[in-house]
């Protein structure tokens, strides 16, 4: 009899085709090849900050639920960041001059929602951003770097101070996944959860596309 294919494995495999149409879509591809402006990575941080916003104040709301609770990590905390980056890419006054796009608008309404009540739907969010960030956000990291003559600043959002082996903590992370105590029902409610923030991603970068045009 074969041994049972564990949670992380099954979520990775089942959402492997979400995750690279979504890492794929034209605006994000364009700017991984050069072919972006920093006025198009600008947006993007933008749009980010929102996302986080949303995410970690789900994460202080989650802190004492005893399913979402180990997966909540302070080195994964984002929002810092994010602020330094934008009072470095746009100024002290970024705040009165930004807004989140209509697909970020849905993104974050769906975080704060499952973020409230549901742990396997806040852990499904978590999983999708923090996983990513440590995976091809570094690398996403490094490209900025180099294509836009950053050296800290303007990307701190890519840069884990606090984690000094990624893979490791990323192995531990799936471990927590496949120790979740969630029957076969709730796995399935997760990985659903998990396709549906990589749906909000796809649209985010296609919303990011057609404000480029429209510039």
Known sequence: MSEPIPFSTALRERSGAAHSGSEHSGFMAD???????????????????????????????MRRDPIAAPFISDRLTRLPALEADLEFLIGPDWRDRIEPLPSTR?????????????????????????????????????????QFGFETNGIGFYIFADIADPADFKNVYREQLDAALWDDVERERVIDEVLLA?????????????ARRAA
């Open 31 to 61: 700017l991984l090849r050069g072919q972006g402006t920093r006025e198009d990575y600008v947006a993007l941080v933008v749009q980010h900050w929102y996302i986080y916003a949303a995410l970690e104040a789900a994460a202080e709301r």
């Open 106 to 146: 849905r993104y974050v309404e769906r975080i704060s929602q499952v973020g409230a009540v549901w742990a396997g739907g806040f852990v499904a969010h978590h999983y999708t951003r923090y996983l990513g960030d440590l995976s091809g956000g570094l690398h996403i990291g490094r490209i900025m770097k180099r």
């Open 198 to 210: 990589y749906r909000f991603n796809t649209e985010l970068f296609e919303d990011l596309a057609r």
